[in-house]
């Protein structure tokens, strides 16, 4: 079992299957972004290999996130082999629901169980603004695509910008009433690249709530406020679905982080928004051996902070957000 110098049991890993992505979405990198060579990412045994060690110390769950992960070559095969490696008992995806129109079923064939699908807004205009290069229509024929091949329950990520779709919060929280999906509302993180909007645009979630409950009524807690993994998770009188709040920002759930995060270049980063990372790459084309890299993964974990810093103004700056995966 992995354990950070708090007690927390690390359990759960975030894996960048590439910083590539089909949209350039405003809060997460330049349009002109331009991406790392192929040679420097983790290659699919190189990756294989360690997610097997990464579970032989009691990783049981992994979430596949990017860039944008559908556009990683193999994607398929890869998630065949994670969903099949002993120990994983949970295997899910963050996606931006381009591609899933074509890949939903396939991958839930080959063992995805769930999926998160940004969306930031139901207005195809905002929604282009927004990401570039997207087209609103794309994404909700993969949110239908995702639940019809029972990738579910759906989670839909909504990251608010003040300026753009701060007042799409109430029609995004209208899905619940119809849909049994739960809908996130994601407070904006400063990272590199995008650093000025994402410290000055900022939409906290008391101002979504207030925004959603003049609209449509009383939130009310679910499981008495208890998180679900990061949300605070309510529901509008009547809903079939839930409405969360991820709240990075003004409410810090780091007491409760049980995650780690694998970079598409093969570092170990043990907080979202901590700049330190332990190199798993080098050692691993170096020729450690496996048990070499699990005291890599041991010391690295032990060695997790508490939590992040950006209340003393501590802001992450030495990767873009789409070379993390959230």
Request: glycine fraction near 8%; proline fraction near 4%.
């Amino acid at each position: 079992m992995a354990y950070d110098r708090f007690g927390r049991n690390i359990h759960y890993l975030r894996i960048s299957l590439t910083d590539h992505c089909n949209l350039r979405c405003v809060y997460c990198m330049p349009e002109d972004m331009t991406f790392r060579p192929a040679a420097e990412m983790l290659q699919d045994e190189e990756l294989l290999l360690l997610v097997r060690i990464f579970a032989s110390l009691g990783i049981d769950k992994i979430r596949l996130t990017g860039g944008e992960p559908t556009v990683r070559a193999n994607i398929v095969s890869l998630v065949r082999e994670i969903s099949s490696t002993s120990g994983i008992r949970t295997v899910t995806m963050t996606t931006n629901g381009i591609l899933l129109g074509k890949l939903a079923k396939p991958l839930k064939e080959a063992g995805l169980q769930r999926v998160n699908i940004s969306l930031d807004t139901l207005d195809p205009a905002k929604f282009r603004r927004l990401t570039r290069w997207g087209k609103f229509e794309q994404v909700w024929e993969g949110i239908r695509a995702a639940e019809e091949a029972g990738l579910t329950p759906i989670k839909i990520n909504a990251v608010v910008v003040r300026g753009y779709n701060e007042k799409d919060v109430v029609d995004l929280a209208k899905l619940t009433y119809e849909h049994g999906w739960q809908v996130r509302f994601i407070e904006m993180m400063p990272f590199a690249g995008a650093t000025e909007l994402q410290q000055t645009q900022v939409v906290t979630t008391c101002e979504m709530i207030e925004r959603i409950e003049q609209a449509l009524g009383k939130l009310e807690p679910v499981r008495e406020g208890e998180l679900d993994g990061e949300a605070r998770v309510f529901r509008l009188p009547g809903a079939r679905g839930e409405v969360g709040f991820i709240s990075t920002v003004s409410m810090p759930f780091c007491a409760s982080c049980t995650r780690a995060r694998l970079t598409a270049d093969g570092k170990l980063r043990l907080c979202l928004l901590r700049e330190k990372e332990v190199d798993l790459l080098a050692p691993l084309r170096g020729g450690a051996s496996p048990a070499d890299l699990r005291r890599l993964i041991l010391d690295g974990i032990w060695q997790k902070p508490w939590g992040h810093g950006l209340a003393e103004g501590s802001v992450p700056l030495n990767r873009v957000m789409n070379e993390i995966g959230g």
